[in-house]
Nanobody
């Protein structure tokens, strides 16, 4: 019943921007942390960033800090990932994730959306 669905991926040239969306259903996620992960072909899943209920508590990986921004729309039960100044090394499948409860581990995952950055 609980489902996370990512969208907004695509092909973009280096230096360009994309905005990923994650639509959640089956339960509300307003009080738990939501985040983004990515996995490039042949590589391990990598943490991208996360945000609690408050935008004042956000964490980003060093690889994307300063370029990516997470935002949330609690009323619509959605989370977004604004990606600017994209680099070829950002190419990956991006996954939305959410905690199962406040302070718990990552429990819910989306199917992913492909982001490809060309040189």
């Amino acid at each position: 019943q609980v489902q996370l669905v990512e969208s907004g991926g695509g092909l973009v040239q280096a230096g360009g921007s994309l905005r990923l969306s994650c639509a959640a259903s089956g339960r509300t996620f307003s009080r738990v942390t939501m985040g983004w992960f990515r996995r490039a072909p042949g590589k391990e899943r990598e943490f991208v960033g996360s945000m609690r209920w408050s935008a004042a508590v956000a964490v980003y990986s060093d690889a994307v800090k300063g370029r990516f921004t997470i935002s949330r729309d609690h009323a619509k039960n959605m989370v977004f990932l604004q990606m600017n100044s994209l680099k070829p090394e950002d190419t990956a499948v991006y996954y939305c994730a959410a905690e199962g409860s406040v302070g718990s581990t990552w429990t819910y995952w989306g199917q992913g959306t492909q982001v490809t950055v060309s040189s």
